[in-house]
Nanobody, 125 residues
Framework: QVQLVESGGGWVQPGGSLRLSCEAS????????MGWFRRVPGKEREFVAS??????TAYADSFKDRFTISRDGAKYTYLEMNSLKPEDTAVYYC????????????????????WGQGTQVTVSS
C-alpha cells in the first residue's frame, strides 16, 4: 500500500502562483510514475500532469504552458502552478502507480492505483 498526502493548496488571486506538494509513504518506489489530477465541482476528474521514474513528463494541453511537474525520488512530487485562472479552482489529487514506468508516463486515471485525499485550490479575486 502507498499513502499519499498533498499540501500547498489554498486561495490565490488570478495571475498568482501556487506550489503543490505530495509526499508518498508505505510501499512507494522511485520506479513508479506519479502525477496530478483535479476535479472541478460538477465535472469529471481531469488529468493535469504526470512524471515517470526517468523524468519523462506529460501534460494536458490546458496546463503545459503554465504548470510544471517534478519529483524527488520515490517520496515527493510537486506541481508548480503559474498564471492561475479562476477556472483552475478545483481539488487537486496526487496519484501514483503500482507498477514501474520507464519509457513513458501514464495519463489515464485507471492507470494510477493510489490517490491522495486532495487539496483545495481556489483562484478568485
Amino acid at each position: 500500500q502507498v499513502q499519499l498526502v498533498e499540501s500547498g493548496g489554498g486561495w490565490v488571486q488570478p495571475g498568482g502562483s501556487l506550489r503543490l506538494s505530495c509526499e508518498a509513504s508505505g510501499a512507494a518506489r522511485d520506479t513508479f510514475a506519479m502525477g496530478w489530477f483535479r476535479r472541478v465541482p460538477g465535472k469529471e476528474r481531469e488529468f493535469v500532469a504526470s512524471i515517470s521514474s526517468l523524468g519523462i513528463t506529460a501534460y494536458a494541453d490546458s496546463f503545459k504552458d503554465r504548470f510544471t511537474i517534478s519529483r524527488d525520488g520515490a517520496k515527493y512530487t510537486y506541481l508548480e502552478m503559474n498564471s492561475l485562472k479562476p477556472e483552475d479552482t478545483a481539488v487537486y489529487y496526487c496519484v501514483t502507480t503500482r507498477d514501474s514506468w520507464f519509457g513513458g508516463t501514464p495519463t489515464h486515471p485507471v492507470q494510477f492505483d493510489y490517490w491522495g485525499q486532495g487539496t483545495q485550490v481556489t483562484v478568485s479575486s
